[in-house]
């Protein structure tokens, strides 16, 4: 039961979303872009979450695209995460996002809103930093692409009134070596106490995380750790540990001390093979 | 408060509501509409007992919005009539309580329509979508497997 009021409007196009939003802002209103809206929901009910005004992004053609063209792939931000799955055009990405909550729920998150999201795991991001892809954006001056590495810092930088249309990724990225673990407590449903995602591009390991630190990271610090290979694996992979980003979580999930535990095991279980294969 | 008419398709019966444009599916269902066969469980996503299919897939109706569904075709529990899964159910003693049933019926009735050829792991990963605190997985779980192995010797 969402505790406040909202209309919701359902535009079907791209300018009409944008238009929408400034409107509703100059009226005083507090709009948000809707996807699945299973944040939004939630989040409302603990009365983290406000909008007194819903823009659903479902019916916006360009939201909802899946294509390989010309070397790229384009999706989508309202594409569901399991229609991603079945559709399996970037086998990493459906790998992190059959992770993502439980089958049900997928059949409602969309990518951009796990993406876009406030629950910090946002875990479907980590393929798109790894593919180094760029997103597509639209705003009151139209659509701008960027590189991902550009916008994404932490989380989506976007400014008031954008919203996220479309991810592009180059074709070469999504046939590439690559390996996924998610570490729970407990079970295999429910938030990573870790999450890592890697692929190998040019005998280079590329390495994001999630569930490590109150944000999605790929750091190039971490990454040169990692591929000084004239280093055994395991010395490298607890130099890398040194130079993650600050702070590490420390909740009920896990402790700081178990979950580098956890990542060391993790990273060494799934770059051993990655490098090796 | 802002309320709007909905229409809703729901087991093929179609509802003219007035309805806040906030409201959740399920709270619609149960409220407006008499249909309380969902059920309200955690009402944030993650126990499975509200699931209803729109559009033939299965949704948690409490995270969505009963206006997101107007205009597409709602089947709750109440539009399952002695399907095989629902004998199934009662063959392989699969609940105890029943109170997270019409949920895992309703989940494994699509399973069993979308896949049938679906593997254990496929089996598992849809059914993890719920929750029973009787604990009946096991026997959930063979109830599902005995529909599609009936299936099988139908073809």
Redesign the interface.
Known sequence: ??P?????HRPSSIEEAVRLFERLHKQGKTPLYYG???EI??LS?LNLAFADAVI?I?HIPECCVLRIEQNELTLGAALSLTSIEEANPFPLLTKTA?EV?????R??ITLGGNVCGQIFYRETVLPLLLADCHVVIAGKDGLKQRSIHEVFQQRMRLEHGEFLVQVKIDLSYVSLPHAHTKRRKQG??GYPLVTVAAIKKDERLHVAFSGVCPFPFRSKTVEEQLNARHLPIETRISRALQYLPKPILNDTEGSVEYRLFVLMNALSDILIPLEEG | MIKCEILLTVNEESHSIIARQADTLLFVLRNQLGLTGAKPGCLNGDCGACTVLVDKTPIKSCMMLAIEAAEKPITTIEGLCDTPIQRAFIEQFAFQCGYCTPGFLINAYALTKQHPDADDETIQEWLESNICRCTSYQEIEQAVKSVLAKKHEND
């Open positions: 039961m969402v406040f009021d909202f209309t919701y699945g809206g299973t929901i939630t009910r659903d479902k059959s909550a439980d089958r049900t729920a059949n409602q295999k449903v």
